[in-house]
């Protein structure tokens, strides 16, 4: 026999027509975020696929595609960047700034850069004789690299062969069309031809196809000049038969396709065959031996009669003499570090300094504050253009004495060792000069070199003084003073801070 229940036990609780009451709500919330997770796993379900597709095949690509437009239709991140490279601006001891001109009939260009030969006239001297007296301007970005090679003034000064355009144009689908499928047959071809003639073959600055796989995308060498220069430095370390498209690692071919233009040359003969004169090694000294074994001169002093060498923008060479090439640090890390767009991650084909793209170029290692970078780089650079303008002094000292040694009638047999001295210490100093990174690719070796121009710029004013022999010229230690630099010709004061930057016209 069960109990009655309390009636009091049955009343119902209150919570729960409270409970009902919210359960819309906590349905809409509950659907917010669902969807909201959901939305969530898209994103990052497409920002996956997006990273997975890192270029979009709107048109087919082959070898003989060279303009990059058309390759920006599946790059259009890579090619929004490639085409920033109409910008001008300055670094404290780099860069270019927008220098208005009137346009002419012969050169329409509205902008160029900077006269560096107005900047320093002690260049003038050293050059006299040779194209580079008559017009050198900073260099500008790669947007310009075939009108400022087509309206320099040292084309007036001298007719220039065909073998320019290897550095000035994107050449590679030219060089295949002239040698019938053949790269080095049509590259050998144009060399020889004038450089007006050679201009009509070529349409583009350098484009996507100088450096990359149209079907892959890889890194590759299209540069006959470096083809053959390159193998020509792996034979002298030992190593016959170097292919760089299909021997060099990936990281390498970040710094070899740069190493294609940015390098010390010459031309070969008078078939005019572009030559990277690496057959001894890509130090200074190794490159001066092997002009030495062959006996090559650019051309014939004006006021010297030294058989003078003039010196390209060694970056490549000089850059491989420094901590950052010794520690596997490619010319893209810096000059083209990596940028995220999206889910996107791509080298940025902005080729600028990296000081002017400090957080990127530079912060990914050094973890410091981005002024104190800067200073650092700018000390190596400030020393540098200290040590190179006591070079230039030196070397132009040298040129006025033996000038003024032949128009009192020392033979020429007397004046072989200080002629032979200018031609070395002008190598030098204009190896160092000429480099753009205004030493700091190596600060030590680039240092050395300058340091090694002085020390010869002096011996050969000792060979002038003692009459010393030509070899005693240049092997005897630097001891004497050097003449007065020519007058007007004082050196410039390094630059006092980081100019403001300044754009060029898009």
């Not at 040779?130 to 075939?146: I, N, Q, T, V």
């Not at 600028?352 to 800067?374: G, M, Y």
Request: with cysteine.
């Amino acid at each position: 026999m069960t109990e009655p229940m309390d009636e009091g036990s049955t009343t119902k609780s209150p919570r729960r027509p409270a409970l009902r009451r919210y359960l819309p709500l906590i349905a809409i919330g509950a659907a917010v975020a669902t969807g909201g997770l959901a939305a969530l796993l898209v994103n990052i379900f497409e920002h996956k696929q997006e990273a997975k597709n890192p270029f979009y095949r709107v048109v087919e690509l082959d070898d003989t595609i060279d303009d990059p437009a058309v390759w920006g239709k599946n790059f259009p991140i890579q090619y929004d960047s490639y085409r920033r490279t109409v910008d001008q601006k300055r670094t404290r001891f780099g860069g270019s700034e927008a220098v208005p001109r009137t346009p002419t009939e012969a050169d329409p260009r509205s902008v160029v850069a900077q006269s560096k030969l107005e900047e320093d006239g002690r260049l003038k001297t050293m050059w006299a004789g040779y194209a580079f007296a008559h017009d050198f301007r900073e260099e500008r970005g790669h947007a310009y690299m075939l009108d400022d090679q087509v309206y320099t003034e040292r084309q007036i000064a001298t007719k220039q062969p065909g073998t320019c355009i290897h550095c000035h144009a994107s050449v590679y689908v030219p060089y295949k069309k002239l040698g019938g499928g053949d790269l080095i047959r049509g590259w050998e071809a144009m060399n020889q031809m004038p450089f007006p003639e050679a201009r009509k073959l070529v349409t583009h600055p350098v484009s996507c196809i100088d450096c990359h796989d149209p079907q892959s995308m890889q890194l590759r060498v299209t540069r006959p000049g470096f083809l053959e220069g390159i193998r020509a430095l792996k034979a002298s370390q030992g190593q016959e038969n170097y292919d760089v498209n299909t021997m060099a690692t990936r990281q390498e071919m970040r710094s070899y396709v740069c190493g294609q233009c940015h390098v010390e040359y010459y031309f070969k003969g008078p078939e005019k065959r572009l030559v990277y004169p690496w057959a001894k090694g890509i130090k200074v000294d190794e490159i001066y031996a092997y002009y030495e074994e062959n006996g090559h001169a650019d051309w014939t002093h004006a006021e010297s009669g030294a058989k003078a060498l003039k010196a390209q923008h060694p970056e490549f060479e000089m850059w491989n003499q420094g901590v950052h090439a010794r520690s596997g640090v490619a010319c893209a890390d810096c000059h083209m570090p990596y940028q995220r767009v999206g889910a996107a991650k791509v080298s940025d084909h902005h080729i600028q300094s990296p000081l002017l793209n400090i957080n990127r170029a530079c912060q990914t290692c050094h973890r410091w504050p981005e002024d104190e970078l800067r200073q650092r780089v700018e000390t190596i650079q400030e020393r540098h253009f200290e040590t190179r303008n006591r070079a230039l002094d030196a070397v132009t000292a040298l040129i006025g004495d033996i000038k003024r040694a032949k128009e009192a009638g020392m033979s020429d047999e007397a004046l072989a060792g200080a002629r032979a001295a200018q031609r070395k210490c002008q190598f030098f100093l204009d190896f160092a000069e000429a480099e753009n990174s205004s030493g700091f690719h190596a600060p030590q070796e680039a240092m050395r070199i300058l340091a090694s121009a002085i020390d010869t710029c002096r011996s050969g004013q000792l060979a002038l003084r003692d009459g010393a022999p030509p070899g005693a010229a240049i092997a005897a230690p630097a001891a004497a003073a050097g003449s007065a630099a020519p007058a007007g010709s004082a050196a410039p004061a390094a630059p006092s801070a980081t100019a403001a930057p300044t754009s060029g016209a898009h």
